[in-house]
């Protein structure tokens, strides 16, 4: 039973991806997939650049 799962799981994850591959979407999720993970890198990098120089002025007045 588990195995005729698996078989039609797989052909239909299969199928899946020929259709985004035939139709060309691949490109569209993968090029929304890059547009957020370099938005949330570079978000990342801004609120770390703030919080070190937060923490420079914090040390600073504290001297």
């Known amino acids: ?3 005729q799962y698996a078989r039609a ?3 239909n ?3 899946e991806h020929s259709i985004l591959l035939s139709n060309g979407k691949i490109y569209v999720v993968v ?3 890059v547009i957020i993970f370099t ?3 570079f978000y990342l990098y801004r609120i770390d650049k703030k919080v070190s120089q937060f923490t420079l002025e914090q040390r ?3 001297s």
Request: glycine residues 6%.
């Open 1 to 3: 039973m588990f195995s």
């Open 9 to 11: 799981t797989r052909h």
């Open 13 to 15: 994850v299969q199928t």
């Open 31 to 33: 090029g929304v997939l």
């Open 39 to 41: 938005s949330l890198a």
């Open 60 to 62: 600073e007045m504290d």
